[in-house]
């Protein structure tokens, strides 16, 4: 079946970076885009970025430009998001999800969701 | 950029009645790249439906989309207890995507 699991929580101090990965099974994983969403505590959801698996071509949301750095691991059917020079505010759960694909069509949604990766930034 | 508004911020209902959840946005918006999503607390959002009308899989009837230009709705018939949870909007538009702020349905 198909999954999407990722990292472990992490601790990091102001100004720091931070790595999250996220491992994928059970479909082609060069096939589907690749999302990263962020939901602060109590707040909503917030898109950081899309990873393109198969030529890794990356698309991130204005905000996170010059911070945050997709990548990804055809060998291991890994992606991975980098966030560096981290503030309070980026403490967050930190979510991947698979884009919806059908009929060799794109749809704009994300269907597979990873179970989140926890990051404080904390001194 | 387009924004995504949703209202109301909270309802709250019976099981069995009818939740209407809108999302607006600030330009007109593709009917094809509207997306709600459920979340429940702890969980990682469940995505409902997708190019506005068009249910996920597993996703029962009970829940419908609807909506085009600056109006979007999500409708939740014959609400159950384990309907209670935040739902999203988002829109995919200019490249970005983008995420109402949620609205919370409440079960009595």
């Known amino acids: 079946q198909v999954q999407v699991v990722q990292s472990g929580a992490e601790v990091r101090e102001p100004g720091a970076s931070v790595k999250v990965s996220c491992t994928t099974s059970?479909?082609?994983?060069?096939?589907?885009?690749m999302q990263w969403v962020r939901q602060a505590p109590g707040q909503g959801l917030e898109w950081m970025g899309t990873?393109?698996?198969?030529?890794?071509?990356?698309n991130y949301a204005h905000k996170f430009r010059g911070r945050v750095t997709m990548t990804r691991d055809t060998s291991t059917s890994t992606v991975y998001m980098e966030l560096s020079s981290l503030r309070s505010d980026d403490t967050a759960v930190y979510y991947c999800a698979r884009e919806l694909r059908g009929d060799g069509h794109n749809y704009c949604a994300f269907d597979i969701w990873g179970q989140g990766t926890m990051v404080t930034v904390s001194s | 950029e387009v924004v995504l508004t949703q209202s109301p911020g909270t309802l709250s209902l019976s099981p069995g009645e009818r939740a209407t959840l809108s999302c607006r946005a600030t330009?007109?918006?593709?009917?094809?790249?509207l997306a709600w999503y459920q979340q429940k607390p702890g969980q990682a959002p469940r995505l409902l439906i997708y190019d506005t009308s068009s249910r996920a899989t597993g996703i029962p009837d009970r829940f419908s989309g609807s909506g085009s230009g600056t109006d979007f709705t999500l409708t939740l018939s014959r609400l159950e207890p384990e309907d209670s949870a935040v739902y999203y909007c988002q829109y995919f538009g200019s490249s970005q995507y983008t995420f109402g702020q949620g609205t919370k349905l409440e079960i009595k």
């Open positions: 330009q007109s918006a593709s009917s094809y790249y």
């Open positions: 990873i393109t698996p198969s030529g890794g071509a990356t």
């Open positions: 059970g479909y082609t994983f060069t096939t589907y885009y």
